[in-house]
């Protein structure tokens, strides 16, 4: 992710991760925000007249009223693209193996590497020829990102035209894939994409669910049964077995990827996800 360069205000007020700025031009509910000379990431969640307040994702030691504040112009995103699966990030999609290679064991306060390698390169396969018409939301090319899953490549938002160049190849991230020429001119489209995490995905239709989803836990799906495509919920107080439930699930159920999402886990069951799983065997991959 870029750093932002535009200053858009000063802190006014400092209250843990929440910072209060005097703004000084035009912002926009829930565009990115850094605080202070490091950069501090954090998202503007709420306006007020010629104030804004800043929901800062990182610690705020030594911030104090007076510190900058820039501005991104555009929304709090998420890179998508060839590259997530097995990657382990951080709440805000910093990749953490990346960041071990540099600092260690610690995340140093605003340190901003991309969330996709920008260095492997991928074999891009395309699925259209110059000349065909294509818009938003098609999938102009394949990427066999594992050896079970091969990653569509889709046109961005608002690219609407003609193929005018594409070609199969080895290619990284930020290479050039596909020209498309629009109305408003010749568009270059990379395989990878900067989606703001509050738009959800475009989709065509809406898949009826028809097949149950095998956990793997007889229990489950015997009295419990889970839909693929559906979704379900643990209920029970502290220390009930709801964390060991999850891990079960996401070890051994019928699924092709797993995105696990630790959100509030304690330190050592995250510990135990990151020691386990890369030492499972998956049969359909063996």
Not at 2 to 14: E, L, P, Q, T
Not at 198 to 226: C, M
Not at 237 to 249: A, C, E, P, R, Y
Request: aromatic share 6%.
């Amino acid at each position: 992710m870029k750093r932002g360069k535009n200053i858009i205000g000063r802190v006014a007020r400092v209250n843990g991760p929440v910072i209060t700025g005097e703004s000084t031009s035009s912002v926009k509910m829930l565009d990115i925000a850094e605080v202070g000379e490091e950069h501090l990431i954090g998202e503007i969640v709420r306006i007020y007249d010629k104030y804004v307040t800043i929901q800062v994702y990182e610690d705020t030691t030594l911030i104090k009223p007076g510190d900058q504040i820039y501005g991104m112009g555009m929304p709090l995103s998420v890179e998508l693209g060839p590259g997530l699966l097995g990657t382990i990030y951080d709440g805000i999609q910093r990749p953490l193996k990346e960041i071990e290679k540099v600092y260690n064991f610690y995340i140093e306060r605003g340190i901003q590497p991309p969330a996709l390698s920008r260095d492997k390169k991928w074999t891009f396969s395309p699925t259209v020829k110059k000349g065909d018409m294509v818009k938003e939301g098609n999938i102009i090319g394949t990427v066999q990102e594992t050896s079970l899953i091969e990653h569509r490549v889709i046109l961005a938002s608002g690219i609407e035209g003609t193929i005018e160049d594409i070609k199969k190849g080895q290619y990284t991230v930020n290479d050039i894939v596909c020209k498309v020429q629009t109305d408003s001119g010749l568009k270059e489209v990379t395989m990878v994409q900067n989606w703001p995490i509050r738009n959800p995905r475009k989709v065509s239709k809406r898949l009826p669910i028809v097949d149950p989803l095998i956990t793997g836990q007889r229990v489950i799906d015997t009295l419990f049964p889970v839909a693929k495509g559906g979704s379900c919920v643990v209920p029970g107080g502290f220390g009930t077995g709801k964390t060991m439930v999850q891990h079960q699930l996401a070890k051994w159920c019928d699924a092709d990827v797993i995105v696990y999402i630790g959100c509030g886990e304690r330190g050592n069951e995250m510990t135990d996800v990151l020691q386990e799983f890369p030492e499972l065997i998956d049969p359909k991959t063996q």
